[in-house]
C-alpha cells in the first residue's frame, strides 16, 4: 500500500527510532521516501528531528507550510539537506548548540551566540588597547539583542556590556580581534609610462597624504611605495592609474549600421566630436568613412575617445517609426445650362430687310441660317428643340425659327491615395496619365504651297493626382508633415490658343496632427450663376408677342471640393501587419462590388478582385489558387508559384 503525504515521511521515522540497539548503525543508512504537500513546518521539523536524531528548539515566530516533492529515497543526511533548504526559503536558520539547535529568524540568529546558549545574565567591563570605543560600538551593536545595554566611559578606552552569558563570549571575542594592534600595510604602485617623481609630486601637491602615513618613490622600479590606510592607498592607485595612461594611443573599429545611412551618420558624429569653430582642431584625430556597400563606418580615434564615438552611434542608429498617411479627396461639380430664343426675318433679293436676330452662345444667326438653307448647305441649329419655318423663294421670303435647350453636366471625383513612409523621409505618391501637349510648331515653305520639313515641340505633363509628404513625428506622438496634393484633370475643351484645357487643384501646406486623427486640408464651396439677355426695346415688353422679340440664357456652376488626411504612427512589424490586413480587406470589398458580373459562358470572365483576403500576408504571391481554376477549365497551366526561402 502507498502511503502519500508526511505520513509517509513519519512512517519511516518511526521504523527507524523503532529499531533494536544493535540495528542502529544500519538504521542510520537506511533510506527515506519523501512527498510532502502542504504540509506544516513544525510537523516537518518533527519528522527531520526524528529521522536524523537531532534535537531543535524553535522560535515561536516558526510559521508556515511546505511542499517538497522527492519521486525516489533518500538518506537521512540527504533529508537534512533539504530540511536546511527548507529553512533558507521560509528566511529561517539554525544556530548551533551543544545538545539542541535553535531554529530562529534569519534576523534573530545576529544577536544569538551557539553554544550551550545558557541564559544567566552579566555585566562586563572591557578595556580596549589599539581601537577606539567608538569604532567598537558601532560594529557591534547591530549584533546584540535589543535587552542588551552597551556604553562607554567618556575619557577612557572602556566598553561596559551587559548580556547573557554566552552572548558575551561571542561579542567579548569579537571586540578582542577588533582591538588587535593593526599595522599599516605597504603597497608598490609600479607606473609604465608616467614618472614616478612627477607623480609624487602631484600626490604631494594634492596634499593626499594623511599624518602617520607616507609615499615615497623607487626609482629603480619606477614605483610608488604607498604606507598608510586602504583609503590613502586606493586614493593614490587611481590618481597614478589617470596619470600613467598613455594619452594618444589610436584605436580602430568597425560599426555595422543597421537602419540610418552610414554616409550621413558619419558627418553628423564626426562634427559632434570636431568641436566646430569653437575649439578648431579638436577632432582632428578623430576619422570617420562610411562604407556604402556593407553600410558600415570605419572609425580611427584615441582609445579613450572610442567607447564614446561608438555610443552614439547606437543611439543613432535605432529602427526608425513609420508614417501611413491617408488622405481622401472628394469634388462634386453640377453644370447647368438653358437656353431659349425666337428669330424671324423677311428676305428680299437675297438680303435680310427686316426682322429679329440675336447672337447667343451655341446658336446660329439667322442670317447665317437662311443662307445656308438657300446654298443647300447643312447647317447645325444646335442643342435641344428647334423649330423652323422658311416661306418664299430664293429671292424673297420669310424665315423664322425658335429654340430650346436645357441641359446639366454633373462630375463626381473620390480618390483615397495612402503612402507609407519613414520618419523624416519624404515620399510621393503619383497616379495620372502623361499627356502630350504641343508647345510650339515650325515649318519651311519653298516653291509650292505645301510646306517643307514640317514639325511640331511637345511637352508631356501628368494629369491626374500627385500626393507628396514628408512627416515627422514629435514626442508626444503628434505628426507634423510638410504637405504638397495636386489633382489635374482634363476638362474635353480647346482653348482659342489650341491644345487642351486642363483643370487644376492644388494645395502647399504644413499641418500638425495628432497620431490617427483626421484634419481637414482645404474646401472649396463655389456657386456661379450667369445670364445672357437679348431682346428688342418696347416690342420685348408686349403682352404675349413680347417673347418673340427676347432671346436668354442661363448658367449655374455649384463645386464642392473637400481634401482630408490622417496620419497613422507605425511603431512595429505588428503594426504593419495590422494595417496591412485592413486596406486588403476594405480593397477586396471594394474590387468585388465593381466586378462585372459571371455569367458562366466561356471564355469566363476572369475574376477581378484582390487576390487578397487580409488572412495571411504572403496570399498574393502565392499562385496556386489560380493555378487551380486553370487546371478546371482546361486552359493552359500558369507558371508555378513564387517561393522564397526562409534565410
Known amino acids: 500500500m502507498k502511503v502519500h503525504g508526511w505520513m509517509r515521511v513519519a512512517l519511516a521515522a518511526l521504523m527507524l527510532g523503532s529499531a533494536a540497539p544493535g540495528l542502529l548503525v544500519g538504521a542510520a543508512r537506511a533510506q527515506v521516501a519523501l512527498d510532502l504537500r502542504d504540509a506544516d513546518l513544525r510537523s516537518f521539523v518533527q519528522i527531520v528531528s526524528e529521522a536524523t536524531g537531532r534535537n531543535f528548539v ?32 521560509n528566511r529561517l536558520t539554525i544556530v548551533a548548540g551543544v545538545d539542541a539547535d535553535r531554529i530562529v529568524p534569519l534576523g534573530t540568529a545576529r544577536e544569538l551566540s551557539p553554544g550551550s546558549g545558557t541564559g544567566g545574565y552579566e555585566t562586563r567591563v572591557i578595556e580596549l588597547r589599539s581601537a577606539t570605543p567608538q569604532e567598537v560600538v558601532e560594529v557591534i551593536r547591530p549584533l546584540l539583542p535589543s535587552e542588551a545595554v552597551v556604553s562607554t566611559v567618556p575619557g577612557s578606552r572602556l566598553i561596559i556590556l551587559s548580556d547573557r552569558n554566552g552572548n558575551l563570549r561571542r561579542i567579548g571575542d569579537l571586540i578582542a580581534r577588533l582591538d588587535a594592534p593593526r599595522d599599516d600595510p605597504i603597497e608598490m604602485v609600479r607606473l609604465r609610462n608616467a614618472d614616478a617623481t612627477e607623480v609624487l609630486q602631484v600626490v604631494q601637491a594634492m596634499d593626499l597624504v594623511p599624518a602617520g602615513a607616507s609615499v615615497t618613490v623607487d626609482k629603480r622600479s619606477n614605483a610608488l611605495v604607498v604606507s598608510g590606510p586602504e583609503d590613502l592607498r586606493s586614493r593614490v592607485r587611481a590618481l597614478a592609474g589617470r596619470l600613467d595612461g598613455q594619452q594618444g594611443t589610436m584605436a580602430s573599429s568597425v560599426v555595422q549600421i543597421n537602419y540610418a545611412d552610414a554616409a550621413a551618420l558619419s558627418d553628423v558624429v564626426l562634427r559632434s566630436f570636431s568641436g566646430g569653430a569653437e575649439q578648431p582642431g579638436a577632432g582632428q584625430d578623430i576619422r570617420i568613412i562610411a562604407e556604402p556597400q556593407t553600410n558600415s563606418m570605419l572609425i580611427t580615434a584615441p582609445q579613450e575617445r572610442m567607447g564614446d564615438i561608438v555610443a552614439m552611434i547606437r543611439h543613432l542608429d ?35 430687310v427686316g426682322g429679329v436676330q440675336f447672337s447667343l452662345d451655341g446658336r446660329p444667326s439667322l442670317t447665317s441660317l437662311v443662307s445656308s438653307v438657300l446654298k443647300s448647305n447643312g447647317s447645325d441649329v444646335g442643342s435641344g428643340g428647334v423649330v423652323g419655318a422658311v416661306a418664299g423663294d430664293t429671292e424673297r421670303g420669310f424665315a423664322a425659327f425658335l429654340s430650346a435647350v436645357a441641359q446639366t453636366n454633373s462630375t463626381k471625383l473620390l480618390s483615397t491615395p495612402s503612402i507609407l513612409t519613414v520618419n523624416n523621409q519624404e515620399a510621393e505618391i503619383v497616379v495620372a496619365q502623361n499627356v502630350p501637349f504641343v508647345t510650339g510648331s515650325f515649318s519651311t515653305v519653298g516653291d509650292s504651297a ?50 487642351e484645357i486642363t483643370a487644376r487643384r492644388a494645395l502647399s501646406t504644413t499641418v500638425l496632427v495628432k497620431g490617427g486623427n483626421v484634419i481637414l486640408l482645404g474646401g472649396l464651396l463655389e456657386d456661379g450663376f450667369g445670364t445672357v439677355s437679348q431682346r428688342v426695346p ?38 504593419a501587419k495590422r494595417l496591412t490586413r485592413e486596406v486588403a480587406r476594405d480593397t477586396r470589398r471594394a474590387s468585388l462590388a465593381i466586378q462585372p458580373p459571371d455569367d458562366g459562358r466561356f471564355p469566363s470572365t476572369p475574376t477581378g478582385a484582390l487576390p487578397f483576403d487580409g488572412a495571411d500576408l504572403n496570399q498574393p504571391f502565392d499562385a496556386g489558387f489560380i493555378d487551380d481554376v486553370a487546371q478546371r477549365r482546361n486552359l493552359p497551366p500558369l507558371p508555378t508559384r513564387l517561393r522564397f526561402s526562409d534565410n
Open 538 to 575: 418696347g416690342l420685348s415688353r408686349l403682352p404675349l408677342v413680347g417673347g418673340l422679340f427676347k432671346g436668354k440664357n442661363a448658367s449655374r456652376n455649384q463645386r464642392v471640393l473637400l481634401v482630408m488626411l490622417r496620419p497613422r504612427i507605425v511603431n512595429s512589424e505588428e503594426d
Open 450 to 499: 505645301l510646306p517643307e520639313s514640317p514639325f511640331q515641340t511637345i511637352e508631356r505633363q501628368d494629369v491626374g493626382l500627385t500626393l507628396n509628404v514628408t512627416p515627422q513625428i514629435n514626442a508626444d506622438n503628434t505628426v507634423r508633415m510638410t504637405v504638397k496634393q495636386e489633382v489635374s484633370n482634363l476638362t474635353n475643351s480647346q482653348s482659342s490658343a489650341g491644345g
Open 318 to 352: 535605432r529602427r526608425p517609426t513609420q508614417v501611413l498617411v491617408e488622405a481622401v479627396i472628394f469634388e462634386m461639380s453640377v453644370e447647368g445650362f438653358s437656353d431659349l430664343s425666337a428669330q424671324f426675318g423677311a428676305v428680299l433679293n437675297n438680303a435680310s
Open 58 to 89: 524553535l522560535d515561536p515566530q516558526v510559521r508556515g507550510t511546505v511542499t517538497v516533492l522527492a519521486p525516489g529515497t533518500m538518506s537521512p543526511a540527504a533529508l537534512y539537506e533539504v530540511f536546511l533548504n527548507v529553512l533558507e526559503l
